[in-house]
């Protein structure tokens, strides 16, 4: 055995604290976790930098072509086409919003509510800015 600075003590059994119980290794670990004092603000700045669109806003004549197509789909409903939409969706958290493609097949025309009804979802008129 070499000399070390220690030899005399290496030996030692260590009894631990006789009147505090010992922590658990979790709640050392988290003793040396990364402090972040500003909590959120990584998540804040991420929100404010996410982008959205603005809602176009449709001229007569797109809401002419918009408005025959809806009374053709309410002819041929029984039929069950598969169409496409493009709707805006408005931001929950932020104004504006995005544009969003929904497909499917055509399950119905509510008139009342004023909606498209499709095998993957319902979308309003008012939304709807293209139907194919």
Do not use: W
């Not at 055509?106 to 293209?130: C, N, Q, R």
Request: hydrophobic share 35%.
């Amino acid at each position: 055995m070499s000399s070390g600075k220690y030899d005399d003590i290496i030996d030692y059994q260590y009894s631990g604290p006789k009147n505090h119980p010992r922590m658990s290794r979790l709640n050392r670990a988290a003793q040396f976790a990364p402090f972040a004092a500003l909590i959120g603000h990584h998540a804040a700045l991420q929100e404010t930098a996410r982008c959205t669109d603005r809602p176009m806003i449709l001229d007569d004549s797109k809401i002419e072509e918009l408005n025959r197509k809806i009374a053709e789909l309410m002819n041929i409903r029984f039929d069950r086409p598969v169409i496409s939409v493009t709707y805006f969706l408005a931001d929950n958290h932020k104004s504006g919003g995005s544009y969003e493609e929904l497909s499917g097949e055509l399950m119905g025309v509510d008139e009342y509510g004023k909606k498209l009804i499709l095998s993957s979802g319902e979308i309003p008129f008012e939304t709807i800015v293209d139907i194919q």
